[in-house]
């Protein structure tokens, strides 16, 4: 059974930064490529950052480039995402969720499978 477990979110000023964590289980983790995608209300859901499977190349949103950096620790099964310098349009959950397809490239949804439940993140003004 595959699990995908986000945790990090809260409540921040503008400017603060956060780390999100994912620990996967059920899954030959260092195999997949994994990607970080985030959902604010009554928005649809947007890919933020993603990971190849060895470390190498990210890839960012404009949105968010320069400001967070996506990473991984294959011995602990774990991808991460460092937020910083956090605005309130920043303020989504945030899912991580593993590349199945990589026809479709690391930024579409499309290409992934498996998902985590979601952590809040919510930045104030």
Known sequence: QVQ?????GGLVQ???????????SGIIFRTYAMGWFRQAPGKEREFVAAI??????PVYADSVKGRFTISRDNTKNTVFLQMSTLKPEDTAVYYCTTSLDSRYGLQ????YG????????????
């Not at 503008?14 to 996967?24: D, P």
């Not at 498996?114 to 003004?125: A, C, E, I, L, P």
């Open 4 to 8: 995908l477990v986000e945790s990090g």
């Open 14 to 24: 503008a400017g603060a930064s956060l780390r999100l964590s994912c620990a996967a």
């Open 52 to 57: 190849t499977w060895y470390g190498a190349n």
């Open 108 to 111: 579409s949804a499309a290409g």
């Open 114 to 125: 498996y998902w985590g439940q979601g952590t809040q993140v919510t930045v104030s003004s």
